[in-house]
């Protein structure tokens, strides 16, 4: 895993969109409208398939980093259609997500599972975001706090019981179900709630200085237009963007916030 990060993360949830010549298009376009910036990390998550391709095109451009979807809960096996975590990193990917809610909804990765496969990821040296957030109707039944705490307290039992190590330099994401690629954002004042809920679950876990340091970013229906005022919530250190990444001129835009380009 790479040194502690500066600034902000600003990452792209390619899901299943962008096969390799896609992948190519994109990056001739991005890296002009985007040059590295030391202050910012920003990070891709383009399908398996494609980060060969992501990897060969990004013409030499290693401030644009790489990471993988999703990984297995075994390091290897019997499990057809799987990647695992220590694959990922035999092929240089450097980070990884776990728990992103369309895994959770649609391949069954319960909390616990969700834990092992952020195990899997810190042994293999890469670097995980743990996706959190609730449902509308966990939220309408008042419930956030309660989802956000056995989300984060069990993915960080499983961890610890692991015996993988330590996580240092902790990222999570805080993405609402409700507000995934429905167009509904939360309000900053929203996501200062839940990231601040978060970072006590952290500090009650793991103390004030980890929880204060820990990266927490935001994803659900980010946009140019909502970028600034998102980054500029209390407690929001980047964000985990889906739709408005697979187009580089608003991935660039939102890539630039606050940069004074
Ligand atoms: P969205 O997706 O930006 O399209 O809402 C975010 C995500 O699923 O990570």
Redesign the pocket.
């Known amino acids: 895993m790479s040194e502690a990060l500066r600034g902000p993360v600003l990452a792209a949830?390619w899901?299943m969109y962008k096969g390799p010549g896609a992948t190519r298009v994109f990056l001739d376009r991005f890296v002009a409208l985007y040059p590295a910036h030391s202050d910012r990390s920003v990070v891709f998550f383009p399908s398996a398939i494609s980060i060969p391709a992501f990897v060969a095109d990004r013409s030499g451009r290693e401030d644009l980093e790489v990471g993988i979807q999703d990984v297995h809960t075994e390091v290897e096996g019997a499990c057809t259609g799987a990647v695992s975590a220590a694959m990922a990193a035999e092929a240089e990917i450097g980070w990884g997500l776990a728990g992103?809610?369309?895994r959770r909804r649609d391949f069954g990765d319960h909390d616990a599972t969700v834990g092992i496969k952020l195990s899997r990821l810190l042994e293999a040296g890469l670097r995980p975001i743990l996706?959190v957030g609730e449902t509308l109707e966990e939220r309408r039944g008042g419930l956030l706090e309660e989802v956000l705490s056995r989300q984060v307290e069990t993915a960080l039992d499983v961890l610890e019981s692991s015996g993988c190590g330590p996580w240092n330099d902790k990222v999570l994401?805080y993405?609402p179900v409700w507000?995934?690629?429905?167009?509904e954002t939360a309000t900053p004042g929203d996501a200062a709630e839940a990231h601040g809920l978060i970072r006590e679950v952290l500090s009650r876990r793991a103390g004030d200085e980890p929880a204060a340091t820990a990266k927490i970013l935001y994803?659900?229906?980010?946009?140019p237009g909502n970028i600034e005022a998102l980054l500029g919530a209390d407690g929001v250190d980047g964000v985990?963007?889906?739709?408005?990444?697979l187009d580089p001129d608003s991935f660039a835009r939102i890539c630039l916030a606050g940069s004074g380009r």
């Open positions: 949830n899901k992103h809610s369309e996706c994401a993405e507000a995934i690629g429905t167009g994803g659900g229906s980010v946009k985990l963007v889906g739709g408005a990444s």
